[in-house]
């Protein structure tokens, strides 16, 4: 909303009157090697196949959820090892 009201040149008259939201810096980091085995160990006790596979995966390539989750086998490609 910000950058649409800069591009039409109406933040400057709202600025004054918006609070914005607090930022979190304490989100968003790596796990440990001994969490992620715990998260996989966990996993693995889980009734879902899938679970250990899709995070594995996701620890692999940093992928998103949505990315993961929406693959298509044509993405795979076994023989260089890269999605």
């Known amino acids: 909303m ?5 591009r039409s040149g ?3 008259s709202l600025q004054p009157n918006v609070k914005m939201l607090a930022t979190r810096d304490d ?5 440990s090697s001994e969490e992620e ?7 693995g006790m889980s009734r879902s196949r899938s679970l250990v596979p899709f995070v594995t995966l996701a620890t692999e390539t940093e992928a998103r959820f949505g990315v ?3 693959l298509k086998w044509g993405c795979v490609d076994f023989e260089n090892r890269c999605l």
């Open 37 to 43: 085995s715990a998260l996989l160990e966990a996993c």
């Open 27 to 31: 989100i968003g980091r790596a796990i």
């Open 68 to 70: 993961i989750r929406t």
């Open 10 to 12: 109406h933040w400057a």
């Open 2 to 6: 910000q950058a649409i009201l800069k």
